[in-house]
């Protein structure tokens, strides 16, 4: 099975200032056939089921702003908040769908400092 | 807009089944030439994917639960349907049933993300 691991596991950032989470994959998830990273992530609030932020690495989902991005190839992935707003406070996974399990990374929890 | 609904006994007693149904509306099961997954989150831990179904009924399973794990899809009533047996405490967790994303056929390695999720059901083991 691929693990993933994400770092760190909190982080607490000022309001309007920039929020990076990292994911790391144990073998690659880049795909040379297509060049594409198997990579997703999600945010998930309180008392809700995770919400589709970024597929294919760096794809944004319809609906999610724009300061929400993705970047990174092969083993190492970042997930970044340009600008907090403190509706980002929630938990955020990583998965992978490279291969079969799939698997998440254990969350990083991001609040407001 | 598709929308899922788990439901299910929020209490199972140790060594008992556990079941629960995933109800789509707003969209077809069979729509989805992919397979619809379900997770769970123990309390306070991560995501764990668990099991998955395609509408003709082919499923596949995490390998350290299929021994217990029965996965089944009802495209009558447009439901997905989970049974765990001889549940402990380990299973206590919350249950969520997800669609899998559009891959398109030329990306597809067999597996996808997930949206949306349905809102999940808590399951207590109880001993």
């Known amino acids: 099975d691929i693990v993933m691991t994400q770092s760190p596991d909190s982080l607490a950032v000022s309001l309007g200032e920039r929020a990076t989470i990292n994911c790391k994959s144990s073998q690659s998830v880049l795909y040379s056939s297509n060049n594409k990273n198997y990579l997703t992530w999600y945010q998930q609030k309180p008392g809700q089921p995770p919400k589709l932020l970024i597929y294919?690495?760096?794809t944004r989902e319809s609906g999610v702003p724009d300061r929400f991005s993705g970047s990174g190839s092969g083993t190492d992935f970042t997930l970044t908040i340009s600008s907090l707003q403190a509706e980002d406070v929630a938990l955020y996974y990583c998965q992978q769908y490279y291969s079969t399990p799939i698997t998440f990374g254990q969350g990083t929890r991001l609040e407001i400092k | 807009q598709l929308q899922l609904q788990e439901s299910g006994p929020g209490l199972v007693k140790a060594s008992e089944t556990l079941s629960l149904t995933c109800s789509v509306s707003?969209?077809?099961?069979?729509?989805?030439?992919?397979?619809w997954a379900w997770i769970r989150q123990p309390p306070g831990k991560g995501l764990e994917w668990i099991g998955s179904?395609?509408?003709?009924?082919?499923?596949y399973y995490k390998s350290s639960l299929k021994s217990r794990l029965t996965i089944s899809v009802d495209t009558s009533k447009n439901q997905l349907s989970l049974k765990l047996s001889s549940v402990t405490a380990a299973d206590t967790a919350v249950y969520y049933c997800a669609r899998p994303g559009v891959v398109p056929a030329a990306d597809w390695r067999g597996e996808s993300w997930f949206d949306p999720w349905g809102q999940g059901t808590q399951v207590t083991v109880s001993s």
């Open positions: 179904v395609h509408y003709s009924g082919s499923t």
């Open positions: 294919w690495a760096s």
């Open positions: 707003g969209g077809s099961i069979s729509s989805s030439t992919y397979y």
